[in-house]
């Protein structure tokens, strides 16, 4: 009579050496499958950071040329036409008699030559003064539009938290947006707003810059086409900045930028 329990023993030991087999593999196949899964996960995300790296490659290049492509129009309709004027008139027999208008000509290049230096770089931005950058960018704006522009500071706005190089990337995203109203919005009056925080807004510097222009359907426009907005974009992305755009046809468009204090 001990043979079946001998059996049973043996059935019971097989059991549990095959319970503990599909244990095992239970625990290996999920270690896999969420390995697996953590893989897919860090290949999604450097497949991500790849595109993005390579759009902002493909975005720098073409800012690049386009800059260049503006500078070059710039000196040839300005500056360059000047001095072939100056050297017409230094080549006529009377030259000497032409010494006022030739200096004149000489002033207006040089007053083109450092609005295009400004432009490249404003010098305020290597004394880290983002204020001044903008109050010097709209001044000139409003010499070179017939658009009426009210520029508002609050008073004792801190910028002093910002970076060289997130001052230099907030003064062109404002100086795109100014671009963009120049070219497109057909505005008549624009209104920027500088501040910090208020009451329980997260600490950070706000920009709101707004236009009574034509706007445009933000649901229709082409991201990809648009080229100053994505530009914009890229470079509140870039210092960890957060910019909404808003607009309505025949309603004027609005932009709000927010940068955060990183502690």
């Known amino acids: 009579m001990p043979e079946p329990a001998t059996t049973v023993l043996e059935l019971e030991e097989i059991i549990q050496r095959y319970t503990t087999y599909f244990i095992f593999f239970d625990i290996v196949f999920f270690v896999l499958l969420l390995a697996g899964v953590i893989l897919l996960i860090h290949f999604a995300k450097s497949k991500k950071k790849l595109k993005e790296s390579n759009e902002y490659l493909i975005f720098t290049i073409q800012g690049q040329e386009e800059e260049r492509g503006r500078i ?57 003064d983002f204020l001044l950058c903008i109050k010097n960018l709209c001044e000139e704006y409003t010499e070179n539009y017939n658009t009426t522009l009210r520029l508002s500071i609050l008073e004792n706005t801190d910028t002093s938290f910002l970076s060289k190089n997130e001052i230099l990337n907030l003064y062109r995203i404002v100086q795109e947006a100014l671009t963009n109203i120049a070219k497109h919005a057909e505005a008549d009056e624009i209104v920027i707003l500088i501040r910090n925080a208020n009451g329980n807004e997260e600490k950070g510097l706000y920009i709101f810059i707004s236009d009574d222009g034509k706007g445009f359907d933000t649901e229709k426009i082409d991201q990809e086409k648009h080229f100053g907005l994505r530009g914009m974009k890229k470079r509140a992305d870039l210092i960890r900045a957060e910019l909404f755009v808003t607009s309505e046809k025949d309603y004027g468009t609005q932009i709000k930028i927010f940068k955060g204090i990183i502690i």
């Open 72 to 128: 070059a129009r710039e000196l040839h309709d300005t500056v360059a036409q000047n001095l072939r004027y100056c050297k017409s008139l230094c080549e006529k027999p009377e030259a000497a008699e032409n010494l006022p208008q030739i200096a004149g000509h000489i002033s207006k290049s040089l007053a083109e030559v450092r609005s295009i230096s400004y432009n490249l770089a404003p010098p305020d931005i290597t004394k880290n």
